[in-house]
């Protein structure tokens, strides 16, 4: 019985290390510190992140600044967005270097790009 409860704590830490995936489709969307140019519609705020106090430490700068791309495009596919200008981002860096990234951007639907 110990031994399956150490297997699953080993599973939800390394599971709690890797970058949040992409969703099918939201590979098409491009994210950017510019804003888009072309024929674009403004679709709206999305915000994405990664990091938590449990996991923060042992999840490298690396997983989390891709974690929260990757929320950031799943949330922008998933409006209809191909195109995200990001706004924000803010990171809460914890003492042995792990820690939370947070993004904030607006999606939008381009025509051209």
Request: one cysteine or more; aromatic letters at 6%; charged letters at 20%.
């Amino acid at each position: 019985m110990k031994l399956k409860v150490l297997i699953a704590a080993v599973v939800v830490l390394l599971t709690g290390c890797a970058a949040k995936a992409l969703v099918p489709g939201a590979e098409r969307v491009f994210v950017s510190n510019d804003k888009p140019t072309g024929d674009c519609e403004f679709l709206g705020e999305v915000i994405g992140g990664q990091g938590n106090w449990w996991t923060d430490d042992i999840t490298s700068t690396r997983s989390l600044v891709e974690g929260a791309r990757n929320e950031i495009r799943n949330r922008a596919f998933q409006m209809g967005a191909n195109y995200v200008h990001i706004q924000q981002i803010a990171q809460d860096t914890s003492h042995l270097g792990g820690g939370k990234i947070g993004m904030s951007g607006n999606a939008y639907r381009c025509l051209s790009q």
